[in-house]
Antibody, heavy 118, light 107 residues
Framework: EVQLVESGGGLVQPGGSLRLSCAPS????????MHWVRQAPGKGLEFVSA????????YYANSVRGRFTISRDNSKNTLYLQMGSLRPEDMGVYYC???????????WGQGALVTVSS | DIQMTQSPSSLSASVGDRVTITCRAS??????LAWFQQRPGKAPKSLIL???SLQSGVPSKFSGSGSGTDFTLTISSLQPEDFATYYC?????????FGGGTKVEIK
């Protein structure tokens, strides 16, 4: 089955760090660029970060640049999002998503909930 | 950054109705426009890429059109499972940006 499964969400204090992981299955992970998209409670979708399939180019939303780092390990078939200096406004569900080759997102994970609170 | 403006932000419709949602980009994005459906409490689902190309498995009652700055998503005959929130997204340039969403509710 083609799917993406996120893990690593949880409760973290403001200023803390958290690392999300995304495990793909059913397709060749190394062929696809990958994205993280988040959704604050009751709000819309927001692009967070993306990483290319080939040269490792990375892209970030202005709101997370310098605090978050996206990476991938094609040998372990895993996508990561290292989140630091977390703020209450970073709270929400974080979705891992696959980019269709040369196109847009065509597959979403079920999401990982991140709560930032003291 | 490219701003994406969706309208309306919400609408009420009946089963069987034809529904149209519009999405406007603040600058030209060619056909680099995607549409997503999100049911309550669920992850988004990809409907349309390239402004008008239906994703595999998406019923043909969904259609998309447009190029440049103005785009539309049409649902030809609304069914109970179509009541959800719909988002457009431009993928012409980073940072990628989403529209604010259109919530389709039952009248």
């Amino acid at each position: 089955e083609v799917q993406l499964v996120e893990s690593g969400g949880g409760l973290v204090q403001p200023g803390g760090s958290l690392r999300l992981s995304c495990a793909p299955s059913g397709f060749t992970f190394s062929n696809h660029a990958m994205h993280w998209v988040r959704q604050a409670p009751g709000k819309g979708l927001e692009f967070v970060s993306a990483i290319s399939s080939s040269d490792g180019s990375t892209y970030y939303a202005n709101s997370v640049r310098g605090r978050f780092t996206i990476s991938r390990d094609n040998s372990k078939n895993t996508l990561y999002l290292q989140m630091g200096s977390l703020r209450p406004e970073d709270m929400g569900v974080y979705y891992c998503a696959r980019e269709a080759i040369g196109s847009a997102i065509d597959l979403w994970g079920q999401g990982a909930l991140v709560t930032v609170s003291s | 950054d490219i701003q994406m403006t969706q309208s309306p932000s919400s609408l009420s419709a009946s089963v069987g109705d034809r529904v149209t949602i519009t999405c406007r980009a603040s600058q030209g994005i060619s056909n680099h426009l995607a549409w997503f459906q999100q049911r309550p409490g669920k992850a988004p689902k990809s409907l349309i890429l390239g402004a008008s190309s239906l994703q595999s498995g998406v019923p043909s009652k969904f259609s998309g059109s447009g190029s440049g700055t103005d785009f539309t998503l049409t649902i030809s005959s609304l069914q109970p499972e179509d009541f959800a929130t719909y988002y457009c997204q431009q993928y012409n340039s980073y940072p990628l940006t989403f529209g604010g969403g259109t919530k389709v509710e039952i009248k």
